[in-house]
């Protein structure tokens, strides 16, 4: 015999509703544990993917602002001319000029050690000291404010001619081979920038650097161009403040939360609140996780291998310039997940309270129903043994177990009658020993149908196949009791089946009265609410996932309209930018062509005075060159006496034989350079007549030049006005073009700001649109009435806004910008026809 079959069933009934309830209640609290749970996990994992992201973005976003900085540093004016300047300057201080400069700006320098910088210059009074004194001010300036760790200038041959921090490698040389601190990170930032083309960077990691007590320094490095020459290399040090800053926000992290970067080899890239110690390249990450995201792949999960404590991290890739860091996001995972604790201690309570509240409720109906049924079963017990003084409770009760004792009454009351008989009653000995017979057959069957159902057998039957009227009702009363209870406890188990299984459509649809229609209208409530609770969760997991797929189309499209606008904005801004660059050139141009004018003018007018000068210098020379040609003709007639006088002491020395041969070969030098003479005298003399020639009409041309000098200083008068007044309109088209510039500059930040927020927002819809359709998987176990089916979205709304009117927006920058430029075009037209007037003269 089992356990089961020796139980009562006044036992079975109250553990089987105890049990019952326990179980439904058991289920639902952990299942709705585990689901809150992994709600709150996927939370706080996501809530650190948001953090690790957004701190990538905005590392990488800094970055950039330092890489233009130091682009638009090393392209402008002020730091050619600085390098070229301390270049020149370098020069002039022959060998040796690291000892030098060391020994004037570090060792006697008179500030504390980190802060020489505040020295403007060293007292020496050399061309060096007046550069640094011209230039130095300003760029420390430039790293005060943008926070730098230093600036250096390189010439083109390696030499670090300036540095703001003047540190061990003040001074040295960093080409290959170079100084002692050549072969360092700063030595490769050089070697690297030098070779670069103009616009293009190099940077380099975080490595110890000796020159700076190997602390931790990280390079940026670009080449600087004088025209299309390369005269050197412009580098920043990164500032490790302004990266601790960055990562030091709190925002969203708890007590125990901060975000890190790491580098490939698991180092940190900056400083940990929770950590007193430099942590840059000295704390390490283990976690393999690192790994991926350095190879570009966001990753999320638990790990122990930081501040000894289990922690949720989230990492995301951040790429500048060929080199990623792994920006983390973490948090103790007993902190991100506390309220996890607290809604699972919280429905521990709320649900111990209510089991036993049902459970006291369910042991309360149970006692109704196996109470009764054991007092008449100890009642007909008592009978059998022939105690006829024994009462019968339950007679006035109006369910089954009050038919039941009124049943057991009549038997009583009959067995008294019977045994009041006696022997009186002889003659019916016969019939009262049937009907014994009989009340015993009815009794065995009473006890096996009660012991069956005490047993939790509810198939047995008391046999209806009895004379007795009486008998046959009672058999009826109790049959209809155990087909009661039989019915009742199956349809509770039923439903009760049916709800562990997720199928909220079973009920209970017997007949019942008392305390099993009290069970029945308990079991079909709790079925009822829970069908309520489930439909109620799938009408709000539908109506997420539609107001979710809504929000991420809108947004998609929103997405992509102001992509399109940034880049419309963008190319605007490019074009405004470079027609005011364009409309300030020409005004410079057109205030230099009316200073050229007014010179033109003012030598134009001395021009007139010089011609009526050369003019008389004209007449004076023809009266020079006729005495010229007097003095000539003089000349002439020495040479031909010169010539006879040669020719005579010639004859004179051949007469004199060998003693005359030396004054023979003067003669005839003296002869040929007499002759000489007289050629050069008569090809002088045509000279001076074709110069006289010449001078006669270089008088006439001098004499027009003169007339025509005249029309133009008063041409040039004319066009000098013009150019006056075409530079003050080219000036206030300039300032009224970069007005329109800065304004499509801002409205081009806060476009990109704005799509950035945009794919920010797309993330997070579509984070969300999972967690709907994960909701939606979960609510669709459970089967109700309307078949589980979802609902169609309410509200969908497919129609793509309008765009812009033409008459605002960038079209109205554009058409202005188009009449500005027509404008300008038109003046320049004005300018191109004066200059062509003025080539006329």
Same mark, same amino acid.
């Given at each position: 015999?089992?356990?089961?079959?020796?139980?009562?069933?006044?036992?079975?009934?109250? %553990?089987?509703?105890?049990?019952?309830?326990? %179980?439904?209640?058991?289920?639902?609290?952990?299942?709705?544990?585990?689901?809150?749970?992994?709600?709150?996990?996927?939370?706080?994992?996501?809530?650190?993917?948001?953090?690790? @992201?957004?701190?990538?973005?905005?590392?990488?976003?800094?970055?950039? =602002?330092?890489?233009?900085?130091?682009?638009?540093?090393?392209?402008?004016?002020?730091?050619?001319?600085?390098?070229?300047?301390?270049?020149?300057?370098? =020069?002039?201080?022959?060998?040796?000029?690291?000892?030098?400069?060391?020994?004037?700006?570090?060792?006697?320098?008179?500030?504390?050690?980190?802060?020489?910088?505040?020295?403007?210059?060293?007292?020496?009074?050399?061309?060096?000291?007046?550069?640094?004194?011209?230039?130095?001010?300003?760029?420390?300036?430039?790293?005060?404010?943008?926070?730098?760790?230093?600036?250096?200038?390189?010439?083109?041959?390696?030499? #670090?001619?300036?540095?703001?921090?003047?540190?061990?490698?003040?001074?040295?040389?960093?080409?290959?081979?170079?100084?002692?601190?050549?072969?360092?990170?700063?030595?490769?930032?050089?070697?690297?920038?030098? &070779?670069?083309?103009?616009?293009?960077?190099?940077?380099?990691?975080?490595?110890?650097?000796?020159?700076?007590?190997?602390?931790?320094?990280?390079?940026?490095?670009?080449?600087?161009?004088?025209?299309?020459?390369?005269?050197?290399?412009?580098?920043?040090?990164?500032?490790?403040?302004?990266?601790?800053?960055?990562?030091?926000?709190?925002?969203?992290?708890?007590?125990?939360?901060?975000?890190?970067?790491?580098?490939? @080899?698991?180092?940190?890239?900056?400083?940990?609140?929770?950590?007193?110690?430099?942590?840059?390249?000295?704390?390490?990450?283990?976690?393999?996780?690192?790994?991926?995201?350095?190879?570009?792949? %966001?990753?999320?999960?638990?790990?122990?291998?930081?501040?000894?404590?289990?922690?949720?991290?989230?990492?995301?890739?951040?790429?500048?310039?060929?080199?990623?860091?792994?920006? #983390?996001?973490?948090?103790?995972?007993?902190?991100?997940?506390?309220?996890?604790? $607290?809604?699972?201690?919280?429905?521990?309570?709320?649900?111990?309270?209510?089991?036993?509240?049902?459970?006291?409720? !369910?042991?309360?109906?149970?006692?109704?129903?196996?109470?009764?049924?054991?007092?008449? $079963?100890?009642?007909?017990?008592?009978?059998?043994?022939?105690?006829?003084?024994?009462?019968?409770?339950?007679?006035?009760?109006?369910?089954?177990?009050?038919?039941?004792?009124?049943?057991?009454?009549?038997?009583?009351?009959?067995?008294?009658?019977?045994?009041?008989?006696?022997?009186?009653?002889?003659?019916?000995?016969?019939?009262?020993?049937?009907?014994?017979?009989?009340?015993?057959?009815?009794?065995?069957?009473?006890?096996?149908?009660?012991?069956?159902?005490?047993? !939790?057998?509810?198939?047995?039957?008391?046999?209806?196949?009895?004379?007795?009227?009486?008998?046959?009702?009672?058999?009826?009363?109790?049959?209809?009791?155990?087909?009661?209870?039989?019915?009742?406890?199956?349809?509770?188990?039923?439903?009760?089946?049916?709800? &562990?299984?997720?199928?909220?459509?079973?009920?209970?649809?017997?007949?019942?009265?008392?305390?099993?229609?009290?069970?029945?209208?308990?079991?079909?409530?709790?079925?009822?609410?829970? $069908?309520?609770?489930?439909?109620?969760?799938?009408?709000?997991?539908?109506?997420?996932?539609?107001?979710?797929?809504?929000?991420?189309?809108? %947004?998609?499209?929103?997405?992509?309209?102001?992509?399109?606008?940034?880049?419309?904005?963008?190319?605007?801004?490019?074009?405004?930018?470079?027609?005011?660059?364009?409309?300030?050139?020409?005004?410079?141009?057109?205030?230099?062509?009316?200073?050229?004018?007014?010179?033109?003018?003012?030598?134009?007018?001395? !021009?007139?005075?010089?011609?009526?000068?050369?003019?008389?210098?004209?007449?004076?020379?023809?009266?020079?060159?006729?005495?010229?040609?007097?003095?000539?003709?003089m000349i002439d007639d020495i040479a031909f006496q010169t010539n006879l006088l040669a020719l005579n002491a010639s004859v004179e020395a051949?007469?004199? !034989?060998?003693?005359?041969?030396?004054?023979?070969?003067?003669?005839?030098?003296?002869?040929?350079?007499?002759?000489?003479?007289?050629?050069?005298?008569?090809?002088?003399?045509?000279?001076?007549?074709?110069?006289?020639?010449?001078?006669?009409?270089?008088?006439?041309?001098?004499?027009?030049?003169?007339?025509?000098?005249?029309?133009?200083?008063?041409?040039?008068?004319?066009?000098?006005?013009?150019?006056?007044?075409?530079?003050?309109?080219?000036?206030?088209?300039?300032?009224?073009?970069?007005?329109?510039?800065?304004?499509?500059?801002?409205?081009?930040?806060?476009?990109?700001?704005?799509?950035?927020?945009?794919?920010?927002?797309?993330?997070?819809?579509?984070?969300?649109?999972?967690?709907?359709?994960?909701?939606?998987?979960?609510? @669709?176990?459970?089967?109700?009435?309307?078949?589980?089916?979802?609902?169609?979205?309410?509200?969908?709304?497919?129609?793509?806004?309008?765009?812009?009117?033409?008459?605002?927006?960038?079209?109205?920058?554009?058409?202005?910008?188009?009449?500005?430029?027509?404008?300008?075009?038109?003046?320049?037209?004005?300018?191109?026809?004066?200059?062509?007037?003025?080539?006329?003269?």
């Open positions: 015999m089992s356990v089961l079959s020796r139980l009562k069933i006044a036992h079975k009934l109250p %553990a089987l509703v105890i049990g019952g309830v326990i %179980a439904v209640g058991l289920g639902l609290g952990i299942s709705g544990v585990m689901i809150g749970s992994s709600v709150i996990t996927h939370a706080e994992t996501e809530k650190l993917e948001t953090l690790a @992201d957004g701190r990538a973005h905005e590392m990488k976003a800094y970055l950039e =602002d330092l890489q233009t900085d130091l682009l638009l540093t090393a392209d402008n004016p002020f730091t050619v001319e600085a390098l070229k300047a301390f270049d020149t300057a370098w =020069d002039t201080l022959g060998g040796s000029q690291d000892k030098l400069l060391q020994d004037a700006y570090i060792k006697k320098n008179p500030n504390e050690l980190g802060s020489k910088h505040l020295l403007d210059a060293a007292p020496g009074g050399t061309k060096y000291d007046n550069v640094h004194l011209q230039y130095h001010g300003i760029f420390r300036e430039q790293l005060n404010q943008r926070g730098y760790y230093d600036i250096f200038l390189f010439d083109d041959q390696g030499d #670090l001619v300036y540095t703001v921090f003047k540190e061990l490698d003040y001074a040295t040389n960093f080409k290959t081979g170079g100084g002692q601190w050549a072969d360092t990170d700063l030595g490769n930032a050089f070697r690297a920038g030098i &070779a670069l083309d103009k616009g293009e960077s190099y940077f380099l990691d975080f490595e110890p650097y000796k020159p700076s007590n190997d602390a931790p320094a990280s390079f940026i490095s670009t080449p600087i161009f004088d025209g299309k020459t390369r005269i050197g290399v412009l580098v920043f040090q990164m500032p490790i403040d302004r990266i601790n800053a960055i990562m030091g926000a709190k925002v969203g992290l708890g007590e125990t939360g901060e975000t890190l970067v790491v580098g490939a @080899d698991h180092l940190m890239r900056n400083d940990s609140t929770f950590s007193e110690d430099n942590d840059i390249l000295q704390t390490t990450f283990k976690a393999q996780e690192v790994d991926a995201v350095i190879n570009g792949n %966001a990753m999320h999960g638990e790990f122990t291998e930081y501040r000894n404590a289990s922690m949720l991290f989230a990492a995301a890739p951040m790429e500048f310039e060929g080199t990623t860091w792994a920006v #983390l996001a973490v948090q103790e995972k007993s902190e991100a997940l506390a309220s996890v604790d $607290t809604m699972r201690w919280t429905m521990l309570a709320i649900g111990s309270f209510l089991l036993l509240i049902t459970a006291a409720i !369910g042991w309360f109906f149970s006692r109704t129903i196996t109470r009764p049924m054991s007092n008449i $079963t100890e009642t007909m017990r008592a009978l059998a043994d022939n105690d006829l003084d024994v009462t019968v409770d339950g007679i006035d009760r109006s369910d089954e177990l009050g038919s039941m004792a009124r049943a057991v009454e009549v038997f009583r009351e009959n067995a008294v009658k019977v045994a009041e008989l006696g022997v009186e009653e002889a003659a019916r000995q016969k019939a009262l020993a049937e009907r014994q017979e009989m009340m015993e057959e009815l009794q065995q069957s009473f006890g096996i149908v009660v012991g069956a159902a005490a047993a !939790g057998d509810f198939s047995q039957r008391v046999s209806e196949d009895i004379a007795d009227d009486e008998m046959v009702k009672l058999s009826r009363s109790v049959n209809s009791l155990i087909d009661t209870v039989d019915r009742g406890i199956k349809e509770t188990g039923e439903v009760l089946a049916a709800l &562990a299984n997720t199928d909220l459509t079973k009920r209970m649809e017997g007949n019942y009265e008392g305390a099993f229609l009290q069970l029945k209208n308990d079991t079909n409530r709790v079925a009822d609410r829970l $069908t309520d609770v489930v439909g109620q969760l799938r009408t709000t997991s539908t109506a997420l996932k539609s107001a979710t797929s809504e929000i991420l189309a809108g %947004a998609n499209d929103l997405s992509e309209r102001t992509t399109r606008q940034a880049a419309t904005i963008e190319e605007t801004s490019a074009a405004m930018e470079q027609l005011a660059d364009t409309v300030l050139e020409n005004a410079k141009e057109a205030e230099s062509a009316s200073d050229i004018a007014d010179k033109v003018r003012a030598t134009a007018e001395e !021009g007139g005075d010089v011609m009526r000068q050369a003019n008389e210098a004209m007449e004076r020379i023809t009266e020079s060159s006729n005495k010229i040609s007097n003095i000539i003709g051949a007469r004199a !034989g060998e003693a005359g041969k030396g004054f023979a070969v003067v003669a005839v030098e003296v002869r040929r350079l007499a002759q000489s003479a007289a050629t050069a005298s008569s090809d002088v003399k045509v000279l001076i007549e074709q110069s006289v020639n010449e001078v006669d009409g270089g008088t006439k041309l001098v004499s027009q030049a003169s007339d025509n000098l005249g029309v133009m200083l008063d041409a040039a008068r004319t066009n000098n006005e013009l150019m006056v007044s075409i530079a003050d309109k080219s000036k206030s088209q300039a300032s009224a073009i970069e007005q329109i510039n800065t304004a499509v500059r801002e409205m081009d930040e806060t476009t990109q700001h704005n799509a950035a927020l945009v794919e920010e927002t797309n993330a997070a819809i579509e984070q969300t649109e999972g967690q709907a359709a994960e909701l939606d998987r979960i609510v @669709d176990v459970f089967v109700t009435h309307d078949g589980g089916q979802r609902r169609l979205p309410v509200g969908a709304n497919n129609q793509v806004p309008n765009e812009l009117p033409p008459e605002n927006g960038i079209k109205a920058i554009q058409a202005k910008a188009q009449k500005v430029a027509k404008s300008y075009i038109s003046q320049g037209n004005a300018a191109v026809d004066m200059d062509a007037e003025w080539q006329q003269f």
